[in-house]
């Protein structure tokens, strides 16, 4: 059984950072992308990036690109996301997400997910 478990959300002040990490087990996919998403209050869940399993090419949205980084390490089976100069509308829960083909954009393309880690930002 797949499982995806993510940590270090917290509260911060705007300007501050944060890195999140997600461990995945229990899967055998050798190529696999994996992805964050977020879903603020009140909304509906967004992408925020994802990372490919071969070349490790990343994507993001318009929105983090140039203050978040994900990265990954294949060999323990974890994606991590730095997230700097924080700023309050970046307040949700944290998804990550594995998908064992190409990165998709949609959470409809994810077929497995995380619990969620809170990120809250003050302004």
């Known amino acids: 059984q797949v499982r995806l478990v993510e940590s270090g959300g917290g509260l911060v002040q705007a300007g501050d950072s944060l890195r999140l990490s997600c461990t995945a087990s229990?899967?055998?996919?050798?190529?696999?992308?994996m992805a964050w998403f977020r879903q603020p209050p009140g909304k509906e869940r967004e992408f925020v990036a994802a990372i490919r399993g071969s070349a490790g090419t990343t994507f993001y949205s318009p929105s983090v690109e140039g203050r978040f980084t994900i990265s990954r390490d294949s060999a323990k089976s974890m994606v991590y996301l730095q997230m700097n100069s924080l700023k309050p509308e970046d307040t949700a829960v944290y998804y990550c997400?594995?998908?064992?083909?190409?990165?998709?954009?949609?959470?409809?393309?994810?077929?497995?997910w995380g619990q969620g880690t809170q990120v809250t930002v003050s302004a």
């Open positions: 229990g899967h055998t996919f050798n190529n696999y992308a």
């Open positions: 997400a594995l998908r064992p083909m190409d990165v998709g954009f949609g959470s409809v393309s994810y077929d497995y």
